[in-house]
């Protein structure tokens, strides 16, 4: 089992930053793909960032690239989330999630362990 948890959400103006943080715990092993989804009222969860826990490849959703950030500190276990320019479109739940696959797919379904979420509010 992988237990991921979130922070550093909050509530920032448009055109502001935020950095997500993902703690992950247990058997860390199983971690290949580790990314970002993230969930707006009324929305399908939709892919935001990924990257391969090796480093080998990297992957941004279009409406996030030259925006956001992912990047990773392995001996921490812990993944980052850089956001710089936020719009208040980027508003949502943002969710960690990993799969034990080398492959970076941005369907959900694709991903096997889950964290809770860290709401993020950008005001116009």
């Known amino acids: 089992q992988v237990q991921l948890v979130e922070s550093g959400g909050g509530t920032v103006q448009a055109g502001g930053s935020l950095r997500l943080s993902c703690a992950a715990s247990?058997?860390?092993?199983?971690?290949?793909?580790i990314g970002w989804f993230r969930q707006a009222p009324g929305k399908e969860r939709e892919f935001v960032a990924a990257?391969?826990?090796?480093?080998?490849?990297?992957e941004y959703a279009d409406s996030v690239k030259g925006r956001f950030t992912i990047h990773r500190h392995n001996a921490k276990n812990t993944l980052y989330l850089q956001m710089n320019s936020l719009k208040p479109e980027d508003t949502a739940v943002y969710y960690c999630?990993?799969?034990?696959?080398?492959?970076?797919?941005?369907?959900?379904?694709?991903?096997?362990?889950w964290g809770q979420g860290t709401q993020v509010t950008v005001s116009s």
């Open positions: 999630a990993s799969r034990s696959d080398w492959l970076i797919v941005q369907a959900a379904s694709g991903y096997d362990y």
């Open positions: 247990g058997t860390t092993m199983n971690i290949y793909v």
């Open positions: 990257l391969s826990w090796n480093g080998g490849s990297l």
